[in-house]
């Protein structure tokens, strides 16, 4: 079960991820300049994961928040 739902999460991930640069090219109308904001949020799960794993923590529910927070700040900074 727990496979089926990281899965699943994945896929989300990736669709969510799409829909984000298909309304940021609208918004900037540009491909480079969503491609570049939103290159930082893969960046920071390569960051992240391996930490945590180094650290032998697991991942809870206010810490899959607090990285929710941390992929908006490169777009909340780029609407300003």
Do not use: C
Request: hydrophobic letters at 60%; glycine letters at 4%.
């Amino acid at each position: 079960m727990t496979y089926e739902v990281f899965r699943d999460l994945g896929i989300a991930f990736a669709v969510v991820l799409l829909l984000i640069y298909a309304l940021m090219v609208g918004w900037f109308q540009s491909f480079a300049t969503p491609l570049a904001t939103i290159a930082a949020i893969p960046f920071s799960l390569i960051g992240i994961m391996p930490a945590h794993w180094l650290m032998g923590s697991f991942f809870k529910e206010n810490q899959k928040l607090l990285v929710r927070k941390w992929i908006n700040l490169p777009q909340s900074a780029m609407s300003r």
